[in-house]
């Protein structure tokens, strides 16, 4: 089956994994909607740079993903998809009894709740359509945990848990739900963090790759976005018709220690 003309929404996607998912479908023939939480001519540049790439349609349409109402506004304002991608995610790392209350909330209403609305906002157009695939980008801490990232562990752990429910709730259905758990991912904000990470150590920039940033994922190299893009792309294709309510790793060995 030919994935050309149908349409993606990418929560999230202005940056990082969610615009590397967007250009790896957008390659496939598959319609883009970008989104972020900013409104910005560079956010619209993208989706028009993607369009003029690969000659899908491509749009940014802004929504807050922390608020339940604007995620299912999303859907609304995209005329429905056939691919969900609920990507968008932020991180706090703190000791539990110095975590800030409110960026509790925030990280488990974006990286959480937010997978709830857009699901529930776009799956009944996925059943109207006979057709659709929900990809949820949970992260090892969805399968295993780190000291000082409760929020983020709980909220990825509850992703695969959610992604789990879906799947039930649809295997007798032509849609499926999965979800892509990366272990460390090259994008521009960790390679950013590379520099201030060398001075830190003293060490060359290979050796704070290898056994600094990837100290826990055994292949010692990091996931690239185009990876992700490709496995996304494998959940959206006929071969995974029977894949669904599970999650693929995708952390160079991390969670197999």
Same mark, same amino acid.
């Given at each position: 089956?030919?994935?050309?003309?149908?349409?993606?929404?990418?929560?999230?996607?202005?940056?990082?994994?969610?615009?590397?998912?967007?250009?790896?479908?957008?390659?496939?023939?598959?319609?883009?909607?970008?989104?972020?939480?900013?409104?910005?001519?560079?956010?619209?540049?993208?989706?028009?740079?993607?369009?003029?790439?690969?000659?899908?349609?491509?749009?940014?349409?802004?929504?807050?993903?922390?608020?339940?109402?604007?995620?299912?506004?999303?859907?609304?304002?995209?005329?429905?998809?056939?691919?969900?991608?609920?990507?968008?995610?932020?991180?706090?790392?703190? &000791?539990?009894? @110095? %975590?800030?209350?409110?960026?509790?909330?925030?990280?488990? #209403?974006?990286? /959480?709740? !937010?997978?709830?609305?857009?699901?529930?906002?776009?799956?009944?157009?996925?059943?109207?359509?006979?057709?659709?695939?929900?990809?949820?980008?949970?992260?090892?801490?969805?399968?295993?945990?780190?000291?000082?990232?409760?929020?983020?562990?709980?909220?990825?752990?509850?992703?695969?848990?959610?992604?789990?429910?879906?799947?039930?709730?649809?295997?007798?259905?032509?849609?499926?739900?999965?979800?892509?758990?990366?272990?460390?991912?090259?994008?521009?904000?960790?390679?950013?963090?590379?520099?201030?990470?060398?001075?830190?150590?003293?060490?060359?920039?290979?050796?704070?790759?290898?056994?600094?940033?990837?100290?826990?994922? &055994?292949?010692? @190299? %990091?996931?690239?976005?185009?990876?992700?893009?490709?496995? #996304?792309?494998? /959940?959206? !294709?006929?071969?995974?018709?029977?894949?669904?309510?599970?999650?693929?790793?995708?952390?160079?060995?991390?969670?197999?220690?």
């Amino acid at each position: 089956m030919s994935l050309s003309g149908k349409t993606v929404i990418i929560t999230g996607s202005n940056s990082g994994i969610g615009l590397g998912v967007a250009r790896e479908l957008a390659k496939a023939g598959i319609n883009v909607v970008l989104n972020s939480y900013t409104d910005t001519a560079e956010d619209h540049a993208l989706a028009a740079e993607i369009a003029q790439e690969t000659g899908v349609t491509a749009r940014y349409i802004q929504a807050d993903m922390s608020k339940g109402d604007e995620c299912r506004r999303l859907i609304a304002d995209a005329g429905g998809c056939d691919i969900l991608v609920n990507n968008a995610g932020i991180q706090h790392v703190a &000791p539990v009894e @110095e %975590f800030p209350a409110g960026k509790w909330d925030a990280i488990i #209403a974006i990286n /959480l709740s !937010s997978a709830f609305h857009t699901t529930a906002a776009a799956i009944t157009g996925m059943r109207e359509k006979g057709w659709g695939r929900i990809i949820n980008i949970a992260s090892a801490h969805g399968l295993t945990a780190s000291p000082y990232k409760s929020a983020y562990v709980a909220a990825k752990h509850g992703i695969v848990g959610f992604t789990k429910t879906i799947g039930l709730e649809t295997a007798q259905e032509p849609i499926t739900c999965n979800a892509i758990c990366p272990g460390y991912v090259l994008t521009p904000l960790v390679e950013a963090q590379i520099p201030d990470t060398m001075k830190e150590y003293d060490m060359s920039r290979e050796d704070v790759i290898k056994n600094v940033m990837l100290e826990r994922q &055994p292949s010692k @190299e %990091f996931a690239t976005t185009e990876q992700l893009g490709g496995t #996304a792309l494998y /959940l959206c !294709s006929d071969a995974a018709a029977q894949v669904t309510g599970t999650t693929i790793s995708v952390d160079g060995g991390w969670t197999a220690l």
